[in-house]
């Protein structure tokens, strides 16, 4: 990963794309691995769903919150987007602002890391269906507090990039312009994630009480998850 941070954001994006198809189609191969890697997501939706209830019932925050549970944190089947995304990126990478493909490359390397993590956790579970006691076991083997750490870092980076772009006052016109050559190129999955995201946060005007919560809900529930007697 460190290597990749180096290469030109069109290559670094479709690197990781591979990498997060080709985890996707391993996970698919395995019948039992696939329940039990369906069952982790289904139980991480909605235990972000009641963390952040009061975010996702507040006016300012409802649609950033949404935003990040559906299309960062979310149970969604995001291989359209990626075989969508792998097969276009250097197009991408012309038509969008850099800043835009810098977001949607953060994304991907989140959802790629995201997915590892995901997978070792359906690993190590015990036995379905999961609850509270199965789950925070499972959690404390799949991964280490610095990967879980980095993992939450991103989500911030990424919210962070998405109100640097919403600050942008050309961006929004050229976005929702850009709905229809984005369909007619292929990147429609790819349009709708940059433009929701857009207008997600142009709406909350200013993102960083929301991300300071995020980011303080989160590390208080990881190091909760990972102390030790």
Known sequence: MASALNLPLKDRLAAALQRVVELRRSLASDAALTERWLAVKRFQSERLRRTYADLLAAP???AAAEFFLDELYGEKDFEQRDQEALRVA????????????????????????????????????????LDDAGYER????????????????????????????????LLAGMLHMMRGPAEAAGLAHLHHFLARGFDAFR???????????????????????FQTD
């Open 138 to 169: 499972a959690y404390r083997l799949a991964g280490t507090l610095n990967e879980r750490v980095r993992q939450i870092d991103m989500v911030v980076r990424i919210g962070r990039a998405l109100d640097r772009l919403a600050r942008m006052p």
């Open 203 to 225: 709406a909350m005007q200013g993102a960083g009480d929301f991300l300071a919560l995020v980011e303080q809900r989160e590390m208080t529930l990881i190091r909760r998850l």
């Open 90 to 129: 250097p197009k991408m990478a012309r038509l969008l602002p850099e800043r835009a493909v810098e977001t949607m490359t953060l994304a991907v390397e989140l959802d790629e890391l995201s997915e590892i993590l995901d997978a070792r956790l359906a690993r190590a579970i015990d036995a379905l269906p």
């Open 60 to 62: 300012r925050y409802r």
